[in-house]
């Protein structure tokens, strides 16, 4: 099974801030990474795919790179709407796909 | 627009069991792998269980030890997941996810989610 260790845990940016999350994976998963934003109460919402790729109607403030083992979210210019936590995921191999534990990204 | 209406949740005693359903609008339900993705209070997101398209092959996660069944109703739109010999560690918001076009276990849909609690 491939785990993913995200970090930081807790992330606190000012809005307007540029925030950087970071995935790593324990053995290779290609370009075969997804990151979702999960706020409370709500269903996650899928934002990047194919480690690079923008999902459907998301932001050009997201953006993802990375491949191999090391995966990066960046988010430009946070606004109010961006305070959530972010997962990401591996879908290399699998069964099991997995998930990292998720960082919090809160306001400053 | 997909929509992905859940139920069959709900508060349960251990060594219960439960359905949970999903019903998919606004896309071909058929033509799509759909999942299961579970949140344990506190907790992060963990993948559960995959039911393909083409012919229903399923996958499931290791932790579950035989008693979760995944399964799909192309002619009802509706996808299941049966839990058997619930335990305190099954509770959790359940969530029905769909697969993309190309990547079954990439999930651009999601249902609002299910919660599953599960005491004496």
């Known amino acids: 099974e491939t785990v993913l260790t995200q970090s930081p845990v807790t992330l606190s940016v000012s809005p307007g801030e540029r925030a950087t999350l970071s995935c790593r994976a324990s053995q290779s998963v290609s370009s075969h990474l997804a990151w979702y934003q999960h706020k409370p109460g709500q269903a996650p919402r899928l934002l990047i795919y194919d480690s690079s790729t923008r999902a459907t109607g998301i932001s050009h403030r997201f953006s993802g790179s990375g491949s191999g083992t090391d995966f990066t979210l960046t988010i430009s210019s946070l606004q109010s709407e961006d305070f959530a936590v972010y997962y990401c995921?591996?879908?290399?191999?699998?069964?099991?796909?997995?998930f990292g534990q998720g960082t919090r990204v809160e306001i400053k | 627009e997909v929509q992905l209406l859940q139920s069959g949740g709900g508060l349960v005693q251990p060594g219960e069991s439960l359905r949970l359903s999903c019903t998919a609008s606004?896309?071909?339900?058929?033509?799509?792998?759909m999942s299961w993705v579970r949140q344990i209070p506190g907790k992060g997101l963990e993948w559960v269980a995959l039911?393909?398209?083409?012919?229903?092959?399923?996958y499931y996660a290791d932790f579950l030890e035989g008693r979760f069944t995944i399964s799909r109703d192309n002619s009802r739109d509706t996808l299941y997941l049966q839990i058997n010999s619930l335990r305190a560690e099954d509770t959790a918001t359940y969530y029905c996810v769909k697969g993309t076009p190309t990547l079954d276990m990439v999930f651009a849909s999601w249902g609002l989610g299910t919660p599953v609690a599960v005491s004496a």
């Open positions: 606004g896309f071909t339900f058929s033509l799509y792998s």
């Open positions: 039911i393909s398209a083409s012919d229903h092959s399923t």
């Open positions: 995921q591996q879908y290399n191999q699998w069964p099991p796909s997995t």
